[in-house]
């Protein structure tokens, strides 16, 4: 392994790199269509003002339980009143017509699940498989990978836990067919066009770390048989990392998966680091330690951590410890040691970094040089619809990029926007620079 470089050196290629991703994605936006009228408008007011935020958050997150029009009409009243300033458009709109005497509840309510869908539409590919094809191959046109998210979490029965894995094996399998004879991206080191990543407690309803055996072995039972799908169609798969009470039983799920006979040493199998949580790096050295006693590879995707609001308040409320940073600048910090681990043991993992900020991927790819590693081994990974134009500087510098690619029914898959893009205060200053320049 080569000597990496003092950090000084580092940090000056760091910034180097940095300037470089953005003059490429300055030119790179130029030439490509930014977020629609609507979504532009309803964003710019949720991040203007705290408690503008969390009234959309409220919104958003009720929205899909709403069963009839006069229940949305209601809420609309409720939570956007029309003489707020600073209404948008698109919201002030759907707020006159609930009015009485304007539009029938029903049509009012179309209106404003129009405006939502108009929104979700920006983050979340679409429902169907004909929809994640046409993602594919307009990405792969572009020279990027996609990881497709089945939109779905905690199910409440083993029946709908059963209909998420038959899900599972109909993706990998149809899209493996969909996407035969298409060409792979440049640069991607031999990656598999089809990647799926799951959420782990939508494959049991007693995905619990009170539990430990019975949660792994019953989840163990459906994610063997998707597994085994994605072996023999040479597809790769991630298991997603969720609320910080699951790490343990996810972790300890792919541990098994990896020892599976016929299945372990062949299969592509990826796990999440969260760099937010204060144990991360202690986490990572362990199952480092496991991966090379049993000579196992496995994929590593880095990100700071979708969950930090919900991780404080839950903790809080039990009397908890707070498991993760609370500062930015320790998660930002904890994010630069995770990726001096992760790098530092390729190809023993294989490196995913999951982040749209400028200077944490020019840090990526400066250590990356500094420890002599290949281009190829390092992927970078952003969310679909957001950073088209950084997805192509870094694809022009040389790097495979995938795009984290959330497929399921608009109006339900609100609650990944609530947490991926809205919540999570850590995307803010990015979707900003994405409003306003």
Known sequence: MSVTQPMASVEERTQEIERELLERARHEHEHLTTLNRWTKQVLSWTLSDPQVKAVVLRFLDCLPSLRTPQAVVQHVRDYFPTHQRRLPHALRLGASLSRPGLLTAPAAAMVVRHVVEQMARQFIAGSHLHDAVAVIRRMADRGVLVSLDALGEQVASESEAEAYMQRYLSLIEELSVACRGLRAPDAVGGRPMVHLSIKPSSLSAHFDPLSMEDSVSRALDRLRRIAQQAVNHGAAI????????????????????????????????????????????????????????????????????????????????????????????????????????????????????????????????????????????????????????????????????????????????????????????????????????
């Open 238 to 437: 991630t298991l997603d990392m969720e609320q910080y009470q699951l790490r343990d039983v996810t972790l300890e799920l792919a541990r098994r998966l990896l020892c599976e006979p016929g299945i372990g040493e062949r299969l592509q199998l990826g796990i999440v680091l969260q760099a937010y949580l204060q144990d991360s790096e202690s986490v990572m050295k362990e199952l480092l330690g496991w991966l090379e006693a049993r000579h196992r590879r496995l994929h590593v995707r880095l990100v700071k951590g979708a969950y930090w609001d919900s991780e404080i308040a839950f903790a809080l409320q039990r009397g908890w410890g707070v498991p993760v940073y609370q500062r930015k600048l320790q998660t930002d910090q904890s994010f630069e040691r995770l990726t001096n681990l992760v790098l530092s043991h390729a190809p023993l993992v294989h490196p995913e970094v999951g982040s749209h900020h400028p200077h944490a991927i020019g840090y990526a790819m400066a250590v990356a040089e500094a420890k002599g590693l290949a281009k190829e081994t390092v992927e970078f990974q952003l969310l679909y619809g957001m950073g088209d134009a950084m997805q192509g500087a870094i694809h022009q510098m040389g790097y495979p990029v995938r795009v984290y690619t959330p497929l399921g029914e608009l109006i339900p898959g609100m609650a990944y926007l609530v947490r991926r893009i809205l919540e999570n205060t850590a995307n803010e200053s990015f979707l900003r620079q994405e409003l306003w320049g």
